[in-house]
Structures are given as structure tokens and as C-alpha cells.
């Protein structure tokens, strides 16, 4: 979640990345994997969401503890909504 929080694109750079990946001829794609583990830290009681935010303030954030989970929330859900938006380029023409 600190690509999608802190990264240059955000969360719509993250899903971009993510969604551009291709994998080598027998593997499984990534996307999903990567959705799985997103979808653990939408809920801001999760204990995913709990260890981000404590690394967060491990690091020197010093935002309440419910701002960080419901931060974390919001930047899984963010991600995951641009990771199925349509885009432009997947021919759909917005």
C-alpha cells in the first residue's frame, strides 16, 4: 500500500503498472494475485491494514492511528477501483 499511498501515481499509476505487466509464456498472471493482496488491507480493522500502520509510525508518521487505518482503507480501495476502470488504451474510447 506505499506504492499506492506515496508513489508518483498513485493509485492509478500502481494499477497501470500492475495491469501492463506481462508474465513469461506458462505463467499465471500477476493482476490477481496483486487484487488478492490489496483486498486485505480495504478493511481498516484488518490485521494487514494494522501492520501497515504501524510500520507507517515506525517510520515517523504521526497521524492517529485511526487516520492511518481509514488512509490505508481508502488507498486499497482506490487502487483496486482503478485496477478495473477501462481505460483509453483497452479500446473502450474514455
Known sequence: MFVVMYGAG???GAA???ASMT???GRSPVTP???AAAKRFVDPE??????AVRQLRESGDDA???QLR?????AAQSFLRELHEP?????FGY
Open 64 to 66: 492517529e492511528v485511526d
Open 33 to 35: 494475485i496483486v487484487e
Open 23 to 25: 508474465m513469461p509464456s
Open 10 to 12: 498513485g493509485a492509478r
Open 70 to 74: 481509514a488512509d490505508v482503507s481508502v
Open 46 to 51: 484488518s490485521r494487514w491494514t494494522a501492520a
Open 87 to 91: 481505460r483509453a488504451s483497452d479500446g
Open 16 to 18: 497501470e503498472a500492475v
